[in-house]
Structure formats: structure tokens, C-alpha cells
């Protein structure tokens, strides 16, 4: 069993930075990815970020490359995005998830962290 715990969200002005933060309790293996992903109000839940919690290998959707950064810090079980030139198109709630590196489905789920961007 895995809780996660989402921070960090905010209202900022288009241009300005944000990062989230994802603390990790319970049972966290070298097998899991823990990733991002975010939803916008009537729009579906969309990937954001990935990263491998031993190897930290990343992947990025194409509408945050260059301008998000995820990361992670194995001792404190915490994952971040720094979320760098924000647009009023990345306001949504953002969710951590956490999946084994055999499968798909993100079995974990935060609550969830509200990123408003105006313009």
C-alpha cells in the first residue's frame, strides 16, 4: 500500500514558476515509476511527467518539455515539478501516481493539487 500527497499548487501569474511536491508513504520499491498528471476543468486526465524511482530515468509530454523539470529525493520518499514559464493552459489539478515498471496502471493516487495560471 502506497499514500501520496500532493503540495505546492497555487494561483501565479502566466510566466511565473510553481513546484509541486509528492510525499510517498508506505511500501515504495525500485520497481515503481512515479509520475504526473494533471486535468483540466472538462478535459481528461493527461500525463505530465515520469521518473524511475531508482534509475530516475524521465519522460516529459510534449507540452512541458523545456519548461518542467520532475525530480526526485529517495531519503525524504518525495518527488517534485518545478514548473518553469507557466501558461494559463497548464492550469489544472495535478495528481501523483505511482505504477510498477511492468505495467501501466498507476494503482496510486494522490488527491490532488490545484495550479491556477492567469494570463
Known amino acids: 500500500q502506497v499514500q501520496l500527497v500532493e503540495s505546492g499548487g497555487g494561483l501565479v501569474q502566466a510566466g511565473e514558476s510553481l513546484r509541486l511536491s509528492c510525499v510517498a508513504s508506505g511500501r515504495i520499491l525500485s520497481t515503481y515509476v512515479m509520475g504526473w498528471f494533471r486535468q483540466a476543468p472538462g478535459k481528461e486526465r493527461e500525463f505530465v511527467a515520469t521518473i524511475g524511482w531508482i534509475g530516475g530515468i524521465t519522460t516529459y509530454a510534449d507540452s512541458v518539455k523545456g519548461r518542467f523539470t520532475i525530480s526526485k529525493d529517495n531519503a525524504k520518499n518525495t518527488v517534485y515539478l518545478q514548473m518553469n514559464s507557466l501558461k494559463p493552459e497548464d492550469t489544472a489539478v495535478y495528481y501523483c501516481?505511482?505504477?510498477?515498471?511492468?505495467?501501466?496502471?498507476?494503482?496510486?493516487w494522490g488527491q490532488g493539487t490545484q495550479v491556477t495560471v492567469s494570463s
Open positions: 501516481a505511482v505504477r510498477r515498471v511492468v505495467s501501466t496502471d498507476y494503482g496510486y
